[in-house]
């Protein structure tokens, strides 16, 4: 019976017994996921530790002390900020592309699977947190510091955290710049470029260290406490950084392990490149800050891109990513001037923008969301928009910290490395007249303080300034930072002042000379080029039916006219120069003599033949005084030959044109396309001569750009379409009655707008 019985029971129960095994190897499975986060989560807070310890190598021996507590507060501030109000906002659910409305406060976090996510988070937001603190360390007081840091956690760094990540915990949220998909796996921009980007906020606010640079701006080498505690460090952050981007698979499978390969080769390549490049081409300058600062370049791109890439290319990433941060290292200190003593900004932010383009540039397309070039552009979105949101946030945030409790540390306590606590104030003894104060440190609050130059201190009321000092909230300052006797920086700021009122008043009186001077030189030019220029009545003379509508912008006109009779021809001339004022006049001075010099023989030459004399002339006179400097001076200019027997008329212009009315028409001649001074020195001519035949009471009109060019109050132009249709429809009006309705219409057109040009419009009837 016992036979049958029990092989009967275990083919009953097989069912369950095997139910039960598929039951234990999913909670094995969904275990293992876990732990490995877990741990993962236990390897980025243990990067704290690897910051605190890089950061303490490489400030100041007086600063590590302070900066090890920051690190501590950073992470106290992220703990609570980040649990309270910063996780809801980056993770809850939500129907808004924006921001998330639920897990306040540990609200609606149910299993152990939420709490292991937000612990991962959690250290997440302590790296970005840290990057603030190193790049602001050695001035930076603790208050102002730790609200900046609560606030980071709460606001800024979720914010943008749901616009990325938003849909990581909970599927059906919809972020907005996921939703493009904006790729950056473990957080290149998302946490190391948020860090770094509020950190140049906060360097630019509070100024750099004292010392840090010299009364002219230059860097000032501020020497390490200890480089062997910065390697450690780099080492501790190398460690976390496997678990930075092989935790965020959110789960232990295959592709973590090639993710940590990716990671550790992109560092390496990148330490490999950073040092290398030092040494070879940047004279070994800080050649153990740029080995550290660029394995950490590296391994801040590799994380964007770490699980879409190949081994071979986070080599290619790692190497370009060293080489990124030397040369950034180099360019923000010396020459944006930002003191950044741990080299955050171009190991987060910097490295951070490389490694999230690495995304679409070096990423397998297969594994990638969109095509490779309409993915870089998404790539380049998220990171103008994560640099955009967060630098307009933080600057709000700093500037009303600024301007409430300071930002600043007193300068005994940024010279003597205090945390908190006072310190009783110390006065050198020994006065020495020699030193010059360069920086004034004022108290904002009890422990603030705001570090000035003197140019923005004397810029202050000067009660205001009284006010400060009858308080003692001043503190006087030579350029390595000693505080200076208030009565010896007081005499000195006293004399800086005098000396500036005196230079003001010596630049007042120079350019009342100048100004004199010019006055004084356009009253000459004018009356030499009036001296120069034939009068209208002698030109009514030469055509008894005749106009020179002639209106300067100022007394000197760059515009002018020629005319002469010589035997039985004429010869009239028409020029526009380049500029207008005493430049115009000298221009057109220097043409006048010209062409008087050309005709003092009473020889008559083609107008080509004069145009071609004058370019050579023109442009052998100006280079001269230009030393061989391109010419930027020209003239525009048409010249007439009328010879009434024959009745033929000899034109040629340099980017001048010619009118002729007759029957009602009026009939356009084209010159050169070239103006006077803008060709070579060669002996070919250029200008070609146009000879035509005229009939007695054809009119003849020749016009500079000034007329038409002339704007109104909305900035429109006349034309020349208009002009000509004017000309047009009055030519059979006499001249006197031409020039009124030209006159008119300039006036009415240019009513309440400044002249733009000179005006010259001629007229005359042939015979």
Known sequence: MKRIIIPFMLFALAPAFAKADTYSNQMVTMNLDDLWVLVAAALVFFMQAGFKVLETGLVKKQHRAGIGAKNLLDWVAGSIAFFVVGFGIMFGSSDSAWFGFDFFAGNNIDTGKEYIFFLFQLAFTGTALTIVSGAMSGRTGVIPYFIASMMTAMVIYPVFGYWSWGNLLIEDNTPWLAGL???????????????????????????????????????????ASDYSYSILGVMILWLGWWGFNGGSTLAFNEDVVKIILNTNLAGAAAAFTAFFYAVFFQDKQDVIEKLAGGSLTGLVAITACCNVVSPISAILIGAIAGIIHNLFYVYLSENLKLDDPVGAIAVHGIGGIFGTLAVALFGEADLLVHDRWLQLGIQVVGIITCFGFTTVISLGMFILIKKTIGLRVSPLEEMKGAFVGQIADEMNDEVDENR??????????????????????????????????????????????????????????????????????????????????TTKNISHASKLQSALLGSIDTFQNLFEESMIYFKPKIKVSGDFYWFKKIGTYKIVLCCNSTGSGVSGGFLSILGMSMINEIFSSNKVLYPEKVLDIIDRKFVKTLRAKSLGQQLMDKLDMSIIVIDELKQELHFAGANSNLYIGNDGALKEFLGNNCSIGRKDMSNDSIFKRESIKYKTGDIVYLFTNGYYDQKNLIGEPITKEVLLDILKTNMDKSFVNQQRILKEDFDNWSTGAEQTDDVLIMGFKLR
């Not at 946490?191 to 906020?201: D, K």
């Not at 904002?444 to 400060?468: P, V």
């Not at 010896?488 to 630049?507: C, D, M, P, S, T």
């Open 181 to 223: 998909g904006f790729m950056d796996f473990a957080g290149s921009t998302v946490v190391h470029s948020t860090g770094a980007w509020i950190a140049v906020v906060g360097i630019y606010m509070v100024g750099p260290r004292i010392g840090r640079y010299d009364a002219l701006g230059k860097l000032q080498k501020m020497p």
């Open 436 to 517: 010059k104060v360069t920086q004034v440190a004022v108290q904002i609050s009890a422990r603030g303080y705001n570090m000035y130059s003197i140019e923005e201190y004397l810029k202050i009321e000067q009660d205001k300034r009284s006010e400060l000092v009858r308080h003692d909230k001043v503190k006087y300052m030579d350029q390595v930072g000693n505080i200076m006797s208030p009565l010896i920086a007081v005499r000195q700021l006293g004399q800086q002042l005098e000396n500036e009122k005196h230079q003001i008043e010596e630049e007042r009186d120079k350019l009342i000379e100048e100004q004199k001077q």
